[in-house]
C-alpha cells in the first residue's frame, strides 16, 4: 500500500463493502450538452451590433464547455482515476485533507486513535502541510476513515494506522 494512499485499507475492511468505481460520465456529459446548446442558441440570435457581444460571449463559453467535458472525458476513459465506493450507501466517499504544523502531530494522531473524527474536521487548518490528514467519509451514513501523514525527508510517512467508524 503506497503510504499517502489509505484506500486499498479501506478497500479491505471485513464489515463494511466498499469497492473501487470510476467516476461516471454524467457530468462531463452534460457539459457538452450544455456547450452544444449554447451553440445552437448562438445561431438563432439575430446579428446586429447590440447582439455581437453577446453572441461572441455565447460562442467562447460554449467553446470552454465542449472543450471541458471532452478533456475531463478522456482523462475518465483513459485514467486510473478509481475512487472508494459505498455499496450500501449507493455513493461514492467524499474525499478531504486536512493539513496542520508539525507541533500538532501528537496532538491528531490522539484524536484518530480515538476515533474522534468531529474534534478533528473542527479543528482550525494550517496553511502548513506539515502534518496531512486523509478523510473518506460516506455523505449518507456515519462511515469516516482517517489516517494522518507526517511530512518527513521529502515524502510523505504515516503516523498511525487507518482508523474508521461507521
Not at 57 to 76: D, E, K, N, P, Q
Request: glycine share 4%; with cysteine; hydrophobic share 45%.
Amino acid at each position: 500500500m503506497p503510504k499517502n494512499d489509505i484506500c486499498e485499507a479501506i478497500y479491505a475492511l471485513p464489515d463494511i463493502k466498499i469497492i473501487r468505481r470510476r467516476k461516471p460520465l454524467t457530468t462531463p456529459i452534460l457539459l457538452l450538452i450544455a456547450g452544444f446548446a449554447l451553440i445552437a442558441i448562438n445561431s438563432v440570435i439575430n446579428s446586429t451590433i447590440e447582439t455581437s457581444n453577446i453572441k461572441s460571449a455565447l460562442v467562447l463559453t460554449a467553446a470552454l464547455l465542449v472543450i471541458g467535458g471532452i478533456v475531463v472525458i478522456m482523462i475518465r476513459i483513459s485514467g486510473n482515476d478509481d475512487v472508494p465506493y459505498h455499496v450500501d450507501d449507493k455513493c461514492y466517499l467524499l474525499h478531504k485533507e486536512l493539513r496542520f504544523e508539525k507541533d500538532k502531530r501528537a496532538y491528531i494522531a490522539q484524536l484518530i486513535d480515538k476515533a474522534d473524527f468531529a474534534t478533528l474536521l473542527s479543528l482550525k487548518q494550517d496553511g502548513v502541510s506539515a502534518v496531512t490528514v486523509s478523510v473518506y467519509s460516506s455523505p449518507k451514513s456515519g462511515f469516516c476513515a482517517c489516517q494522518a501523514f507526517e511530512y518527513v525527508e521529502l515524502e510523505r510517512r504515516p503516523i498511525g494506522k487507518m482508523v474508521y467508524k461507521h
